[in-house]
């Protein structure tokens, strides 16, 4: 059974740094293409940053460029986050999909991707 579990969520000062994790089991991981999403209260859910099957091509939302960084372990899918600010505060999400895999690409739209986390909270705040 495809299960993702998100870590790594907190209360941090904005400038601070958060690196979240997903966790992947049951499925071939490394063929899957990944994405992140955020929510934050009484907004839509949006893309933040994605990255393709196989070490594939990585996107990222305007309002995280250049702060924001996905990457790929054994398993696992790493959002470095730098320089956060209140506004980044919401709950994370990660998500995967087998259906990107043949171009090695990703979408920052959820209407893309077949499975979810269960999120964790990110807080930026003083």
């Known amino acids: 059974q495809l299960q993702l579990v998100e870590s790594g969520g907190g209360l941090v000062q904005p400038g601070g740094s958060l690196r979240l994790s997903c966790a992947a089991s049951?499925?071939?991981?490394?063929?899957?293409?990944i994405g992140w999403f955020r929510q934050a209260p009484g907004k839509e859910r949006e893309g933040v940053s994605c990255?393709?099957?196989?070490?594939?091509r990585s996107m990222y939302a305007d309002s995280v460029k250049d702060r924001f960084s996905v990457s790929r372990a054994k398993n696992t899918v790493l959002l470095q986050m730098n320089s956060l600010k209140p506004e980044d505060t919401a709950v994370y999400y990660c998500?995967?999909?087998?259906?990107?895999?043949?171009?090695?690409?990703?979408?920052?739209?959820?209407?893309?991707?077949?499975?979810w986390g269960q999120g964790t909270q990110v807080t930026v705040s003083s």
């Open positions: 998500a995967a999909t087998p259906k990107l895999q043949r171009f090695r690409i990703c979408s920052l739209s959820r209407d893309a991707y077949d499975y």
């Open positions: 049951g499925f071939t991981w490394d063929t899957y293409a």
């Open positions: 990255i393709g099957s196989g070490g594939g």
